[in-house]
Nanobody, 120 residues
Framework: QVQLVESGGGSVQVGGSLRLSCAAS????????IGWYRQAPGKQRELVAV???????NYADSVKGRSTISRDNAKNTVYLQMNSLKPEDTAVYYC??????????????WGQGTQVTVSS
């Protein structure tokens, strides 16, 4: 099992910055991928950024160049630094991890979400 606690959301003005944190506990040694997703009202949940165990990253086009995902393995924490925020970045942001089991299966765990609101 993996438990996730997200923090860092809040309300900012257009052009502002936020850093989201996702702290993992439990069976963290078998985590292979950690990602941030978001869901705006009336829209489907979408990928924002992911980082693999080797440090490789991938970003949604909508945040590329404005956001950076990073991980601190010693703290079992993943960060999402978001800059130049736009109103369309307003959403609930969720952390998701994939854990690899001994049988090779991947299990997903989701955090509770943290609200990001960008106002003009």
């Amino acid at each position: 099992q993996v438990q996730l606690v997200e923090s860092g959301g809040g309300s900012v003005q257009v052009g502002g910055s936020l850093r989201l944190s996702c702290a993992a506990s439990g069976s963290t040694s078998s985590i292979v991928v950690i990602g941030w997703y978001r869901q705006a009202p009336g829209k489907q949940r979408e990928l924002v950024a992911v980082i693999g165990s080797g440090g490789g990253t991938n970003y949604a086009d909508s945040v590329k160049g404005r956001s950076t995902i990073s991980r601190d393995n010693a703290k079992n924490t993943v960060y999402l630094q978001m800059n130049s925020l736009k109103p369309e970045d307003t959403a609930v942001y969720y952390c998701k991890v994939e854990r690899l089991t001994s049988s090779g299966a991947r299990i997903q765990y989701w955090g509770q979400g943290t609200q990001v609101t960008v106002s003009s």
